[in-house]
Each structure stands twice: as C-alpha cells, then as structure tokens.
C-alpha cells in the first residue's frame, strides 16, 4: 500500500489504509503489553474470575466440524497451543475479555484483548460478526481447536522519516509483537457458558447492479 501511494500520490485511499493498518497493529500491541490498560489489582480480580464451567458444551465430547470424529477436548492455556492448526485439534482454551478495541475500525474483524488463566495475553480476531457484536469486559470466551499465531516484526511508519544531524534520513521503526486467536465466525465461541447465537453473526448481502447491454 505504501508503494502503491508512492506510485499514485493521487490515490488517497493506499495513504489512509496504511495509516489505519499501523494504527491497528500499534494499538494492539500496546494493550496485549499493558494488560488492556488495567491495573495490576484489576488485573488480578479479574483471573480470580475464572470457572471451568464456562466451557459450556465444549466440556462435553465434541464432534469435530471437520472430520466428525467425536473427541474429548483438553482446556489449555496460551502457552500450550502450537502454532499450527492440527496441534489444537484436541484442545480448548479458556479466556477472559480484558479490553476490546471499540469501533475504530471501519471494516471486520472485531478485535479484543484476552487473558487466560495464568495472565497471558493474546489479541482475538473475530471475523463475519454482526456489527452490533461486542464482548464486555470479565465475559469468559472458550474457543475449541484454536487457529493461533504469534505475529511479530519491526516496520517504518508511513511518511515517518526523520532528518538526522548530518542531513541523512533517519528511517524511524516501530516494533509489533502479538499472540492472535482467529475466529471465522462469532458462532465458533461460546461466551459465558453459553453457545453464541446467529444474532451475533453478519447476514450476507447480495446486491444486484443493472446494466445496460
């Protein structure tokens, strides 16, 4: 994107998704860093929170989507999931929502910011979820067979060049460094001890557009 604004200055749309994908990236990794901005106290009241039961249905044998095999699911922290997809087939991790981003974003997915029960943190993705979607602060998440990553890198910030006392261009980096958990749909979570509802989830939108032959 910053290639094609350089390319096209005109092309104003390149500039403000490069802008808003930093800002993102920032952010994120700013609230996975300060605990969403709790308080150590906060912070600690609500991991007392935690309760097996709100593993809801995943506590019983689980029939995988994917080969319908009925498996029994092992709750597992952060630190326990590998970061391919079959290492999670036979787990379920347990979250507590600490802060969520709001509505700074203009396009999907819906993000938040998670703890498991030994205070490790991790970003959750939240792909085709209604717009009105929200989790509130302290909900418990359980997620079977996670789809985890670890995403860290250093970039140069869009139009972030420094000048140095020389004369020379100073290229100014910035750090990301985030564990994420993707989910393709809200309906894959169950909040609170409870399965999520289809009102939780996008409708699809057809649009049909008439042209002249």
Not at 60 to 84: F, M, Q, R, W
Not at 145 to 152: A, D, I, L, T, W
Request: proline letters at 5%; glycine letters at 4%; a neutral charge.
């Amino acid at each position: 994107m910053i290639l094609a604004s350089k390319l096209d200055p005109l092309w104003t749309e390149a500039k403000e998704l490069s802008l808003s994908l930093e800002s993102l990236l920032l952010q994120l990794t700013s609230l996975v860093a300060s605990k969403g901005g709790l308080k150590q106290k906060q912070f600690d009241k609500l991991l007392s929170k935690f309760d097996e039961s709100h593993l809801g249905p995943l506590r019983e044998p689980y029939k995988d989507p994917k080969t319908e095999n009925v498996i029994n699911l092992k709750a597992s922290t952060l630190s326990e999931l590998g970061l391919k997809a079959e290492d999670n087939n036979e787990k379920v991790c347990l979250l507590k929502v600490v802060a969520e981003l709001g509505d700074q974003m203009k396009q999907p997915p819906y993000y938040c910011i998670a703890s498991d029960v030994t205070g490790s943190l991790c970003v959750l993705s939240v792909f085709n979820a209604a717009p009105d979607f929200h989790l509130q602060r302290a909900d418990s998440v359980a997620v079977a067979q996670p789809n985890f990553s670890h995403h860290q890198f250093d970039f140069v910030p869009f139009q972030k060049e420094e000048v140095g006392a020389n004369g020379d261009v100073i290229l100014s980096k910035r750090s990301v460094s985030f564990r994420l958990m993707r989910l393709n749909s809200p309906l894959d979570l169950v909040v609170n001890g409870r399965k999520a509802n289809k009102s939780m989830q996008a409708f699809a939108k057809v649009g049909v557009e008439a042209k002249a032959s």
